[in-house]
């Protein structure tokens, strides 16, 4: 981080970037749940999306049901707004056809989970599709990429709210029943000295 040539800020296209970047976080943020997702990258095919090529997918163990998608839209020190607006339009179009292809209900509206890395950003997002063909599309953390000591005490506290989004992402995959619903049987335990 700290060394003469710091090959982060110097400028690298996409995915040299997403290697020091995106890739490394998403990596280490679901290795302790993959027994229970499962994320492949580069030039990765979806069926559900028409085929579209994403730069990483995260699915549901059994790979049946993608629950995200990524896309690098840009390396670092690579300020081209046009690429990230292009590759945004395209990634929540397909974000779109997923969810359109899902179970829904009022009670439990399905999402779709996305991230995006721009220069030294990765934001993490979320999209529910509400009503019929209306849809939400909410930030829910940023990380900087650290490339400095500074930065890393920045990225630092940001880690909470990544690590919210994260268990959003999990609960969603394990979809988790509240312990209010009529439809679980809940059996008391007797408490214990």
Same mark, same amino acid.
């Given at each position: 981080?700290?060394?003469?040539?710091?090959?982060?800020?110097?400028?690298?296209?996409?995915?040299?970037?997403?290697?020091?970047?995106?890739?490394?976080?998403?990596?280490?943020?679901?290795? %302790?749940?993959?027994?229970? /997702? #499962?994320?492949?990258?580069?030039?990765?095919?979806?069926? *559900?999306?028409? $085929? #579209?090529?994403?730069?990483?997918?995260? &699915?549901?163990?059994?790979?049946?049901?993608?629950?995200? @998608?990524?896309?690098? !839209?840009?390396?670092?020190?690579?300020? +081209?707004?046009?690429?990230?607006?292009? +590759?945004?339009?395209?990634?929540? $179009?397909?974000?779109?056809? @997923?969810?359109? *292809?899902?179970?829904? &209900?009022?009670?439990?509206?399905?999402?779709?989970?996305?991230?995006?890395? #721009?220069?030294?950003?990765?934001?993490? =997002?979320? @999209?529910?599709?509400?009503?019929?063909?209306?849809?939400? $599309?909410?930030?829910?953390?940023?990380? #900087?990429?650290?490339? &400095? %000591? *500074?930065?890393?005490?920045?990225?630092? =506290?940001? @880690?909470?709210?990544?690590? !919210?989004?994260? +268990?959003?992402?999990?609960?969603? /995959?394990?979809?988790?029943?509240?312990?209010?619903?009529?439809?679980?049987?809940?059996?008391?335990? %007797? &408490?214990?000295?």
């Amino acid at each position: 981080m700290c060394s003469p040539s710091n090959s982060i800020v110097t400028e690298r296209n996409e995915r040299t970037s997403a290697i020091d970047g995106v890739i490394l976080v998403v990596k280490n943020l679901f290795r %302790p749940f993959n027994d229970i /997702v #499962h994320t492949r990258w580069i030039e990765i095919e979806d069926g *559900s999306t028409k $085929r #579209h090529k994403w730069d990483g997918v995260v &699915s549901i163990l059994d790979g049946k049901a993608a629950v995200m @998608l990524i896309e690098f !839209a840009g390396g670092f020190a690579n300020v +081209d707004q046009n690429k990230l607006e292009n +590759d945004t339009i395209k990634i929540y $179009r397909n974000a779109t056809r @997923l969810l359109n *292809s899902k179970n829904s &209900s009022p009670e439990n509206p399905p999402s779709i989970f996305v991230v995006i890395s #721009h220069h030294f950003k990765i934001y993490f =997002e979320t @999209l529910t599709l509400v009503t019929d063909r209306a849809y939400v $599309r909410s930030r829910k953390a940023t990380l #900087h990429v650290p490339y &400095s %000591p *500074s930065s890393l005490k920045t990225a630092m =506290e940001q @880690l909470p709210t990544v690590f !919210a989004w994260r +268990d959003m992402v999990i609960a969603s /995959v394990k979809n988790t029943v509240t312990l209010d619903n009529s439809n679980l049987k809940t059996i008391p335990v %007797p &408490s214990t000295p």
